[in-house]
């Protein structure tokens, strides 16, 4: 379906605006509140210190998601926070079963990663930037 895929970058801009404004109301509390996000931490078995670790990824990796600026870093890094989510906090791999507690971090980490394989699109400040080696790679074809 040709109407479809030219839908991609707007799904692309869809996508990375919806996991970027999560991402941003989630870890902007973590660093307002950092004393309880602290404690919070540390109730999870993380070090402290993993409150503001995650805090500024959760904040700056989403607004770096909504502009598409180094998308693929920010998404790779965001989905392995989920991961670690998934693996200590939401118990997934000890109570499979229990979708009801890990469905929302399992949604982020997913959406997180196929912007990591599948990058921005066009809409986006790395299209601008980088245009994903693709026109400044181009050699001119030699004649015969």
Do not use: N
Not at 26 to 54: N, T, V, W
């Amino acid at each position: 379906m040709s109407i479809l895929e030219k839908l991609k970058p707007l799904a692309l801009l869809v996508m990375r605006f919806a996991l970027g404004v999560i991402f941003i109301f989630h870890g902007y509390p973590k660093l307002i509140h950092i004393r309880e996000s602290m404690q919070a931490f540390i109730h999870m078995g993380f070090p402290s210190y993993f409150a503001y670790i995650a805090g500024i990824l959760e904040v700056f990796g989403g607004a770096m998601l909504i502009v598409g600026l180094f998308t693929r870093v920010a998404a790779l890094l965001l989905a392995c926070e989920m991961g670690v989510a998934l693996w200590r906090v939401h118990m997934l791999f000890s109570r499979p079963m229990a979708v009801d507690s890990y469905q929302f971090p399992l949604s982020l980490a997913a959406g997180a990663f196929v912007l990591a394989a599948v990058g921005a699109g066009l809409i986006s400040i790395d299209q601008a930037i980088f245009r994903d080696g693709k026109k400044s790679s181009r050699k001119p074809k030699e004649r015969d």
